[in-house]
């Protein structure tokens, strides 16, 4: 049998004499400028041996107890190559986060920083990915060095987001300046409703926090395209570049031919409908999503709430409430880190918890739509997110909720959307449009619906084609959005060229003819300056013969809804219709105002 084991030690001691070890590096594409931002380090093991892999090498130093050293030897490795190869932009270098075990120094700030300072490296080029997120790991430690990290000029990304609540609760954390989406929720996102909706939804709280995303794993140019289509600034994986000693500073043909194409991807409707569009109840309120938790009152003892804590592994928060009025809120993450710091729990444990508590909870009535909620976490700080908040019922206490419950029921909400939105412009199609009327007529609210259709789109899409086809759609949808007020009108994708606006604003008539203005230059870039000039362009008619047609142009049909003034969405949709064909009867772009009340039938 051949003594594998002693072949690991001998090689684990050359690593951490300073040989065996080499460098790839993997890069880092920013959607937005088209130009590489940096690279990840990647380290190998000695070649054509069993430790080549950086897996199988870090598992063999953990068990001869000598990972720290070569974890360093692995940080040598990568710096030294990037600065010998004199590569462009930030260096993702992997560390491991201090554990809860060992005496090892917390991830080896001085040792970095001096060798950063031997092969000339600022810190301000390197980003420090945290990996490896064991149940093991000591927050606090490990934030605490961050943290110093930070005041040297470090940046800080969290790797392997998605992999359950803990990767949720460490991004609250620890704040750090990138997260990676973990490529399992890229690997499909063209073809998976649900993770496209876990990636939006993770956008949008980077948004709100100041983090900036980078998606994982991009192997294929249509998770390439609904990456980027989603907002997301920064993609790596294979198809982009593979890791490599030399990585060429030039952009792959095909990358390059993804990133000329505009357009958002066509995702596919799924194949299973469920309960209709939730329009008027906003997905539901807090109260479905409130828990009720033993409050403490004030005066109780830290120590007597730590215990709490340390008796109810699941319980994630509690709310602190003096007679039936809410007072604050103690999270397990900020009680643990408090207590883990040293003499804390002599000095604190008899004290009364309101000392520790957070005396500005997020306090919501149980009647908040869910929708007015997620507006307030966007608002307000992150940390919300993560610690939950307190739900009354005028002053009084009755429950709290948690974060990743209310990410849970947004993301049910997006799917719901999802499977009646049109799959070019994302926007709600034709079952949220008859179900928002209806809701609009019920409640007995005016308002005025506006018909949006595009002249002489037929023959466009026979000359330039359905792709810049497709372009001119989501060229008008942006019009559209741009002259809306998102708190009160509403915009539908009925399908192909034809939008429907919801007006609940008093100026929706300027908002209609500043349309009318925006597509009046938007369109001028889908045609070339001979056909500007002759104010039209030539394309065969139904018959086959050659034909000038008028440049596209936007005509709008709007009816005046009031009060009882129609029965359902049908007759608003009839009348809307007809208010469309009499402003495609004018030339160029039109709007024509339906103000004539409908006969009603006894």
């Known amino acids: 049998m051949i003594d ?4 690991e030690a001998a090689l684990i001691e050359a690593i951490c004499q300073g040989d065996g070890l080499f460098a790839e590096f993997q890069p880092i594409l920013d959607f937005r400028t088209a130009q590489l931002s940096g690279y990840e380090g990647l380290v190998r093991g000695p070649a054509g041996t069993t430790l080549a892999r950086p897996l199988a090498l870090f598992a063999a130093a953990r068990r001869l107890g000598r990972a720290h050293e070569v974890e360093l030897r692995c ?64 927050l606090p430690e490990t934030r605490a060095t961050l943290q110093d990290y930070r005041a040297l000029g470090f940046e800080i990304a969290l790797d392997d987001l998605g992999e359950g609540y803990a990767s949720l609760r460490l991004w609250s954390e ?3 300046d990138y997260v990676k989406i973990d490529q399992h929720f890229i690997d499909g996102i063209d073809t998976d409703s649900l993770k496209l ?32 289509d989603l907002g997301i600034f920064f993609g790596q994986g294979y198809f982009i570049a593979r890791p490599n000693a030399l990585p060429d500073p030039e952009l792959a043909p095909a990358v390059q031919i993804a990133l000329s194409q505009r357009g958002a991807h066509m995702h596919p409707q799924p194949s299973r409908l469920g309960e209709g569009f939730a329009f008027g109840n906003g997905g539901g309120t807090v109260a479905q999503l409130a828990r009720y938790v033993l409050p403490v009152s004030p005066d109780e003892l830290s120590e007597d ?3 709490r804590f340390e008796q109810d592994p699941a319980l994630e928060a509690l709310p602190v409430v003096a007679g039936e009025t809410p007072v604050g809120l103690i999270s397990r993450s900020a009680l643990l880190g408090r207590f ?63 974060g990743h419950a209310l990410l849970r029921q947004i993301t049910d909400m997006q799917l719901d959307a999802a499977r009646y939105a049109n799959p070019l412009t994302l926007l709600p199609g034709n079952v949220p449009i008859d179900d928002y009327i209806d809701h609009l007529l019920a409640s007995r609210t005016p308002f005025q619906a506006c018909y949006c259709d595009l002249d002489n789109f037929k023959p466009f899409n026979d000359v330039f084609g359905y792709r810049r086809g497709d372009d001119l759609i989501q060229a008008l949808a942006r019009v559209l959005m741009a002259v809306r007020n998102p708190a009160c009108d509403f915009l539908g994708h009925i399908g192909g060229d034809d939008f429907l606006l919801l007006f609940q604003s008093a100026d929706w008539e300027s908002r209609c003819r500043a349309a009318l203005e925006r597509f009046e230059t938007v369109v001028g870039d889908f045609f070339g300056p001979d056909q500007i000039r002759a104010g039209g362009f030539e394309a065969e008619d139904r018959r086959g013969q050659v034909m000038l047609y008028p440049l596209t142009s936007l005509s709008i049909g709007a009816v005046v809804v009031e009060q009882d003034s129609y029965l359902s969405h049908v007759d608003v949709s009839v009348a809307a219709a007809e208010a469309k064909k009499m402003a495609k009867r004018q030339s160029g772009n039109s709007l024509f105002i339906e ?4 006969r009603r039938s006894a």
């Open 4 to 7: 594998t084991s002693g072949q």
């Open 75 to 138: 940080r040598r490795a990568v710096l030294s190559a990037f600065a010998r190869l004199g590569l462009p932009g930030k260096l993702f270098l992997n560390i491991s986060p201090v554990e809860a075990v060992g005496h090892e120094p917390a991830l080896a700030l001085m040792q970095t920083l001096d060798f950063l300072h031997q092969i000339e490296l600022t810190p301000d080029r390197i980003v420090l990915e945290l990996t490896e997120h064991q149940p093991t790991l000591d």
């Open 174 to 176: 620890l704040r750090p």
């Open 197 to 228: 909706q876990f990636v939006r939804s993770i956008r949008q709280i980077a948004d709100t926090s100041g983090t900036r995303v980078i998606a994982e794993g991009i192997e294929q140019a249509a998770q390439f395209q609904v990456v980027r």
């Open 305 to 307: 709430v730590m215990a």
């Open 340 to 402: 883990a710091r040293r003499f804390t729990r002599e000095l604190y444990g008899r004290k009364p918890c309101s000392t520790l508590m957070e005396n500005t909870p997020l306090v919501v009535e149980q009647n908040t739509r869910i929708e007015e909620l997620s507006r307030l976490i966007a608002d307000g700080t992150a940390h919300h997110l993560i610690g939950g908040f307190v739900v009354t019922e005028g002053d009084r206490y009755v429950g709290i909720v948690q």
């Open 595 to 598: 103000r004539r009340r409908p």
